[in-house]
């Protein structure tokens, strides 16, 4: 429920003193996992009628109430979970390993793991099928990086995205799917970079038009390590050369193989996040455009349909006026249109600035470019829950049920 939402009471529990279990926090945690549950059939959409509005439990999740139910059986923390009660430390370890993902590999655990194991891999009738097609598509990508060495998922992705880059063949489905989720992240951290540099700019000013800032950008920049080591002769060319020059002075791996340091936005004056940003977007359009390009490829209604077509028609136009038009599509126009949309339907204003003729006006709200966490990471976490993974010498390593589960899937991606 949050690493400090019971810090007092935990550490008057490591103390040996009996605390009262109060119900009037409940932190995240059933909006983090009802839609999860759902999806493997846990539980039902919809709910029982009455106060709590409770979702209704399906046969599957009977099954696991039955196994549950014949872990724990009377133990009186049941009922003080539910309506409240003194607990103490003991009392707590008793029943400890039932209440953690992390004890799932315990000999005890094993109706309730191999229960789980089903829900991940197997769907009931009336359940989505290409849902789980493409779930166990992941599983299949996940395990088969661990057992290649690579158990984080930022690398896991980038590589991933990297392959299908410059694969030589059409990709399968769910690799596709990985590296557009990987493009996507990659194109709107660029343009929120942008957003970004340009909110700042115009707050230091009181107001300013796009191309005064770029002016004030393009005038003496002196670009730092962290754009330069990207371009082949390490010197980044001038903002006032052309986009043709700008574009294939790049090195062609720029950024592919490698997770994005997102803490780059800190590091970074506002010049230098424009100048970064369009360095990354030029980069990735360069590397994806192949498989971007593909029918099957997800696209619509992305910042990579809103500005991809300014870079592929910008070669004879300096790297100053690309930056200007990407500004325009895909950062003032984009961010003047969501914000005043979601406005529209009630939601608080988040408005950074707002059009006075050309001028822009600050409104004071300052950005911080965002890019967005992956969820394969929840995947692996619940692989290394079950048990299919293991540590060994400090590394993460597929067990024999692991492998036997990556078996059943055909074996390792690409093997």
Partial sequence: MGSDLYMEEANQLSTGDVVQLELDRGGATFGTYVVPCRTIGLIAHDSIEGEWQAPKLTPRGQRMHEVRSGLIGSHPIVEKIIAGGDVSGQEIEEVAALFSAGALDLDESAAERSLLEEALTRHEQGQDVGLYTRFLATLRFALSSVLNGVADSPTAI?????????????????????????????????????????????????????????????????????????????????????????????????FLDAPIDRRVRRLLAADEKAVFALLMLTATWRQARGVFELAAFPKSGTGAERVFPILA???????????????????????????????????????RFFPDGQVL???????????????????????????????????????????????????????
């Fill in 313 to 351: 028609e910008a070669d004879t136009k300096s790297a100053a006026e690309t930056m200007h038009l990407v500004i325009d599509r895909g950062v003032v126009e984009s961010h003047l249109t969501t914000t005043l949309r979601k406005m529209g339907n009630g939601l608080k204003c988040s408005l």
């Fill in 158 to 254: 980038a590589r991933q995205y990297a392959s299908v880059c410059t694969a030589q063949s059409p990709p399968e489905e769910s690799a596709l799917h990985w590296a557009a989720y990987e493009m996507h992240r990659r194109v709107h951290f660029a343009l929120e970079l942008l957003l970004e540099g340009l909110t700042t700019e115009l707050a230091d000013a009181d107001g300013a038009t796009v191309p005064d800032v770029i002016t004030a950008w393009v005038a003496g920049f002196d670009p730092p390590a962290a754009i330069t080591q990207h371009f082949d002769s390490g010197v980044a060319p001038a903002l006032s050369s052309d986009f043709r020059s700008f574009s294939h002075a790049i090195q062609h791996d720029a």
């Fill in 361 to 415: 006006r600050p409104t004071g709200m300052g950005v911080a470019a965002g890019f967005s966490g992956d969820r394969l990471g929840n995947v692996l976490g619940i692989l290394a829950d079950l048990g299919l993974t293991t540590m060994e010498d400090d590394k993460a390593v597929l067990s024999a049920r692991g492998q036997a589960l990556l078996s059943t899937f055909g074996g390792p991606v690409n093997a």
